[in-house]
């Protein structure tokens, strides 16, 4: 079977098992590869129909939600169906007695937080490229600022409901927070990029919507000054939400965000302002790049930058900043959790993206994280290891197996070609 086309049996099978099945576009390839088809179920019933269907016949498939991530990792070796979930769009239930949504996956994550706003809370996921869904942000695992106080999706997860690679529809979880029986697979599906079940629909835990906030921001102009403002306000009492450094041809910035009760914000947010120096400022206006990453999220092919993740212990801010300005790239991220992203523009030389790479993950190594590729140009991808070393390659791939053993979802999409 190839992408380009599908025998008419397949093709009347995966049209029996959904109402909407059509030719693909342009804009329906996955990272180039072009599917054979496009099928938009409804429901988590149909989800399961269109799975089994495919295993009958040995297709591929690829699930999309919006499409705002198809680029990152690598390309699929194969994609003879693009399961797109955007129909899947509803919030299924706010419980806010509970402090919780259930949701499904194609719902857009900026159309949970209007509904779950409306009862003075929120769902604490920092929407980091705009347009993304539920199901992209768990597949994608993304996370922005707010994850030094909250966390990451794993952490706001408590139910999960999925349909495996042979159609059988599996649910985890519950509705209650507390909820500790048997294996926690919604965190296994969290970052897994779609290769180890369709998600169709996850509850979360909520948190009430602060009653104030204010972001204190104060310039940096080496790397040493941004490890020691962020190590004070890390180790302070000021709890803060988020610890966001900006970094670009040797200077940058630290910003801090301090939010909750308004007398206690006030107080917090003075004694950030004694950490941070008599050049910091503040303002209750999210910064003006807000939780967006660093590179161009709207460009595509060969335009797209050289996008990065680099991860590492507090006290490694310093030397992956140094790193970052000896290779030209551009940083932001949450120093208080260790979690950066980088960006190369899209001219840069082959030669240099390779040094780049190579450095960033010498440093990021020897400070306890990883340097991984997140997108680039498919001749960027071609031409370095866009995932790195691996430690527990052989487990993961026991996991697909265990979960997709004949491998048709999305095939080669994440680490060792899984």
């Not at 790397?223 to 962020?230: G, I, K, S, W, Y």
């Not at 670009?248 to 003075?270: F, K, M």
Request: glycine share 12%.
């Amino acid at each position: 079977m190839t992408t380009d086309t599908l025998d008419t049996a397949a093709r009347e099978a995966l049209s029996s098992a959904c109402a909407q099945v059509d030719d693909p576009q342009e804009h329906d390839a996955v990272d180039g590869v072009r599917p054979g088809l496009v099928v938009r179920p409804s429901d988590t019933d149909q989800v399961a129909e269109v799975m089994r269907a495919s295993a009958a016949h040995g297709l591929t498939v690829v699930p999309r939600g919006r499409g705002t991530k198809l680029s990152w990792g690598t390309a699929p070796s194969s994609a003879d169906v693009l399961l797109d979930l955007s129909a899947l769009d509803r919030v299924l239930d706010h419980a806010a007695g509970d402090l919780i949504v259930a949701t499904q996956a194609g719902a857009l994550l900026a159309d949970v937080q209007r509904t779950v706003g409306e009862g003075g809370q929120r769902l604490a996921l920092d929407e980091t490229v705009p347009g993304s869904t539920v199901g992209g942000v768990l597949g994608a695992n993304t996370s922005g600022p707010r994850r030094t106080a909250t966390g990451t999706a794993r952490d706001l997860l408590i139910g999960i409901t999925m349909v495996r690679a042979d159609g059988v529809v599996a649910k985890a979880g519950g509705r209650v927070v507390k909820n500790v029986a048997g294996y926690d697979i919604g965190k296994l599906l969290i970052g897994s990029g779609g290769t180890l079940a369709v998600i169709t629909d996850a509850t979360f835990r909520l948190h009430p919507l602060p009653a104030d906030h204010r972001w204190l921001s104060v310039p940096v102009d080496s790397p040493t000054r941004a490890l020691e403002v962020a190590q004070s306000v890390v180790h302070s009492q000021v709890v803060p939400a988020a610890v966001e450094v900006d970094w670009a041809a040797g200077s940058g910035s630290v910003s801090v965000l301090v939010e909750g009760r308004a007398d206690g914000v006030a107080g917090r947010a003075e004694a950030v302002r004694g950490l941070l120096g008599s050049d910091a400022t503040e303002s209750t206006d999210e910064p003006a790049d807000g939780a967006a990453y660093p590179w161009d999220v709207a460009a595509t092919g060969d335009r797209r930058s050289i996008a990065l993740k680099l991860t590492c212990v507090l006290s490694g801010l310093d030397a992956v900043l140094a790193a970052a300005d000896d290779t030209g790239v551009t940083v932001r991220g949450s120093a208080g959790s260790g979690v950066l992203y980088a960006a190369l523009g899209p001219d840069t030389p082959l030669d240099d993206v390779r040094t780049a790479l190579d450095r960033l993950r010498r440093v990021c190594g020897d400070h306890g994280g990883t340097a991984v590729v997140v997108d680039a140009p498919a001749a960027v991808k071609a031409a370095v290891d866009v995932w790195g070393p691996i430690p527990a390659i052989d487990l993961m791939r026991r996991v697909k197996d265990q979960f997709d053993p004949d491998h048709r979802l999305s095939p080669g999409r994440f680490v060792g070609g899984i």
